[in-house]
C-alpha cells in the first residue's frame, strides 16, 4: 500500500479524543481488575470478621495509608510511563514516605514491646502465605492494566511493566487489607512489602514482551 | 515543504477534536520529517516501511499525546521506539558483512588448537610410531606409500602405528600425557 492511501484510509476513522484519555483507560483496567480481586477476596479468603471494630482501631488505618499512598504514586508513574515522551518517572521516588513513615511506626512498636515478643510480631501468624496472596491478588489487577496499554505507548516497557506490577501490587494489598488482621507495622512493612516487590519484578520481567506495540 | 511545530500542534488537536480533513493534513506532513528523521539514521533500512508504521502508530496512539506538551517531541519518541523495535524485529534475518571470513578465522583456530593437541600428544610417542602416525593418520598417505616413504616394510608401519595408536588411547584415557 502506499502512503498516501494508507493516510486515507486512516483518516476515514477519527473519532474525538477528550483530554485525560490516558487516565481514563487506565481506570477502566484498573477497576476491572480491582473487581476480580476484591470477588476472591470477599468470596475466596473471606473478609476479615471484626473490620467493622477494626475500622476504629489504628493499625487498620496505618496499613490502608501504606498500601493505598504506594498505590497512588505507582498508578501515577505508570501513566506517565504509558505517554512515549515520558521523562524519567522521577516522582517515583514518592515511594519513599510512605515506607519511611510505617518504619517509624514499626520503631515505635519494637520500642514499646519487650524484645522476646519480636520475632512474634515480625512474622505474625501469616508471614508465609501474606507475600504469595499479595502477589496473585496482583495478577487481575496487572492483566487489567495490560489491558489498558493495549492503546498506550510505553517506550520504556521494562519500566512501565515495573510500575504496572507495583500499582498493581500495592492495590492488591489495599484489598488484602479487608481480610488479613495483622497489625503490626514491621509485619505489612516486610511482608506486605515483599508481595509488592514481587509483582513489581513480575511486571518488569514480562513488561518488553506484553508490553510491545 | 516542513511544518512547524505550532501548525503541527494546531493539526493535531483539531484531529483529536475529530476533525478528519486534519487529521489527514497531519499525517501527510509528517511524511517528509519522519522519511527525513530515518533518513538520517538508519540510511540502510526500508524506510517506506517505517514510515507507514509510524503513521499507524501516531493514529492508533494519538490519545496518549497531551495537548500542553510539545508535538514533535511525542512524535519523535514514537518514531524512535518504532525504529528500535525494526531493528530488534529484524535482528534474526539481518545479514552478517564478513560473515565467512569470521567462520573461516574460527575454523582456523580450531584446526590449529587440535594441531596443537596432536602435536603435544605425538611427542610422547617413540620417533618411529610417532612418524608412522602421521604419515598414514595426518598427511593422508596410504600404508604402501608411507612404507615407500621411510624405506621400511608395510607390516613394519602397520605395526607401528598399531602400537602408536594404542599407546596413544592409553594416554589420553588416563589423562596424562
Known amino acids: 500500500m502506499n502512503t498516501e492511501q494508507l493516510i486515507a484510509e486512516l483518516s476515514r476513522d477519527v473519532p474525538r479524543v477528550p483530554p485525560g484519555a490516558i487516565g481514563r483507560r487506565l481506570a477502566i483496567g484498573l477497576a476491572l481488575g480491582l473487581a476480580v480481586s476484591g470477588i476472591l477476596v470477599v468470596f475466596g479468603l473471606g473478609v476479615r470478621p471484626d473490620l467493622g471494630t477494626a475500622m476504629h482501631g489504628f493499625s487498620f488505618w496505618m496499613k490502608w495509608s501504606y498500601t493505598i499512598s504506594l498505590s497512588l504514586v505507582a498508578i501515577g508513574a505508570t501513566a506517565t510511563l504509558a505517554r512515549p515522551d515520558a521523562g524519567r518517572a522521577r516522582w517515583l521516588w514518592l515511594t519513599a514516605i510512605p515506607v519511611a513513615l510505617l518504619a517509624l511506626v514499626g520503631v515505635g512498636e519494637l520500642i514499646r514491646t519487650p524484645q522476646t515478643e519480636w520475632l512474634k510480631m515480625w512474622l505474625g501468624h501469616s508471614w508465609t502465605v501474606c507475600p504469595w496472596i499479595v502477589l496473585a491478588l496482583s495478577m487481575p489487577i496487572f492483566v487489567g492494566l495490560l489491558w489498558s496499554f493495549r492503546t498506550l505507548a510505553p517506550t520504556r516497557l521494562r519500566a512501565a511493566g515495573a510500575v504496572a506490577g507495583l500499582a498493581a501490587g500495592a492495590f492488591a494489598a489495599s484489598v488484602y487489607c479487608l481480610h488479613c488482621p495483622e497489625v503490626s507495622a514491621i509485619f505489612v512493612l516486610t511482608w506486605y512489602s515483599l508481595g509488592i516487590v514481587l509483582a513489581a519484578s513480575v511486571g518488569a520481567l514480562v513488561g518488553p514482551r506484553l508490553m510491545r506495540w | ?177
Open chain 2, 1 to 177: 515543504m516542513r511544518t512547524s511545530e505550532e501548525e503541527l500542534r494546531a493539526l493535531m488537536m483539531s484531529g483529536l477534536d475529530g476533525n478528519a480533513g486534519d487529521h489527514a493534513a497531519l499525517l501527510r506532513a509528517l511524511v517528509p520529517l519522519l522519511t527525513g528523521f530515518y533518513r538520517r539514521r538508519s540510511p540502510d533500512s526500508d524506510i517506506d516501511d517505517l514510515v507507514q508504521e509510524t503513521l499507524i502508530a501516531v493514529h492508533t496512539r494519538r490519545g496518549t499525546y497531551d495537548r500542553a506538551r510539545p508535538f514533535t517531541a511525542w512524535l519523535f519518541a514514537i518514531a524512535r521506539y518504532k525504529m528500535i523495535d525494526h531493528f530488534r524485529r529484524g535482528r534474526g534475518m539481518v545479514p552478517m558483512e564478513g560473515l565467512e571470513e569470521i567462520l573461516v578465522i574460527e575454523g582456523f583456530e580450531d584446526a590449529s588448537g587440535a594441531r596443537l593437541d596432536v602435536d603435544q600428544l605425538l611427542e610422547t610417542l617413540p620417533d618411529k610410531q610417532a612418524r608412522m602416525i602421521r604419515a598414514t593418520r595426518i598427511d593422508g598417505l596410504s600404508t604402501a606409500e608411507a612404507a615407500e616413504r621411510e624405506r621400511i616394510g608395510e607390516s613394519d608401519v602397520k605395526v607401528s602405528v598399531h602400537r602408536g595408536l594404542k599407546m596413544l588411547i592409553a594416554r589420553v584415557q588416563g589423562g596424562s600425557r
